[in-house]
Every structure is written in structure tokens, then in C-alpha cells.
């Protein structure tokens, strides 16, 4: 597995989601922590989608989106400042799949496919979830996934999924590309 070196610039494109609290708001803090970051630059963020939970169903609806970035820094070296903007917004784990403040996933990142331990690339459940392909469609429909070789627009039409997913006309960060 080749990882990429400091002065490549990849494209990587992030979900974002949350359903405690003031949600539109610590995933606007998420994506401004993201904009201040040294080596990312936000490219396109996407609608925010109002969608129903996955996995544990006994919570409140979640605001979800994808947001694309060009960056120099490793997925490696990305994931744990991902980690670090979900602590200082004051993401606390509970129960997987469960409520959160935030979480930033890690969705694509360039056309590299690779798993260890603490990160697999690209996400392992994306093409499955609706609340991640209609975000991710919306800003990149074109977009190949790295494993399946078909579009993310392709991807999407062919879910077999009946969670309700609706685009909000939340704004986000309008000044932040």
C-alpha cells in the first residue's frame, strides 16, 4: 500500500452528523475547526440533509453532510485531528451508533483503499447509508468509489434503503470557500 507524502494534495471528502443538542451549530463549529486547519482546504460542503437514525433507532433525527477538502496531510495523521474537532465540541461515546454531538467520518480519501487496526478507506459502510450518498451525490455524483468502481450518483439509486433523508435549507459557513 503506497500512502501519499506530504507534498501530494489529495481530494478527501468527510461526513458530518449530529442529533444532540444544538446540532446546526457543532456542525458548523466542526467544519470552521476543519477550515482552520494547516494543510486542509475546504472545497465544497454539501446541503445539510435531516435524516433518521441507523443501527440503534430509538433517538432523535440527525443533520448530516459531506464536506470535500484537498489536503497534504496522511489519512493517518487526518483522522486524529477529525477526532480531536468531535472531543473539543464535546463528542462523548455512548452506545454505537447512538446519539452524538458530533462525528466526522472519514469517507474517501483520493482513490486509496486500505484497512488497519484503527482506519479502513474508503468508509466501509458508506454505500450503504443513505444519509451519506445523498450528500455525498450532491457535491460529487461523478465521483468513482475506489472499491466498487461505480459512481457515488450510481451508488445511490441503487440503495435499497427506506430511511427518510430530506435536504434542509440549513446554511452552513457560506464564507468559508
Aim: proline share 6%; with cysteine.
Amino acid at each position: 500500500m503506497l500512502l501519499p507524502t506530504t507534498d501530494s494534495i489529495y481530494v478527501a471528502y468527510i461526513g458530518f452528523g449530529s442529533n444532540i443538542g444544538d446540532r446546526l451549530k457543532h456542525i458548523q463549529n466542526a467544519i470552521h475547526a476543519l477550515s482552520k486547519t494547516e494543510g486542509i482546504s475546504l472545497q465544497k460542503i454539501s446541503s445539510v440533509y435531516k435524516t433518521d437514525p441507523v443501527g440503534y433507532e430509538a433517538q432523535e433525527l440527525f443533520l448530516n453532510g459531506v464536506v470535500a477538502i484537498q489536503t497534504n496531510l496522511s489519512p493517518h495523521t487526518l483522522l486524529p485531528i477529525l477526532k480531536d474537532i468531535e472531543s473539543a465540541i464535546g463528542r462523548q461515546h455512548r452506545i454505537r451508533w447512538g446519539p452524538r454531538e458530533i462525528d466526522l467520518d472519514l469517507l474517501i480519501y483520493g482513490d486509496l483503499c486500505f484497512q488497519t487496526e484503527k482506519l479502513v478507506v474508503p468508509h466501509p459502510e458508506m454505500h450503504l447509508r443513505r444519509f451519506v450518498l445523498a450528500p455525498l451525490a450532491e457535491i460529487a455524483p461523478t465521483l468513482v468509489h475506489p472499491v466498487f468502481q461505480e459512481t457515488i450518483q450510481t451508488l445511490l439509486e441503487r440503495l435499497d434503503d427506506d430511511k427518510s433523508v430530506t435536504r434542509t435549507t440549513a446554511v452552513l459557513c457560506s464564507g468559508l470557500i
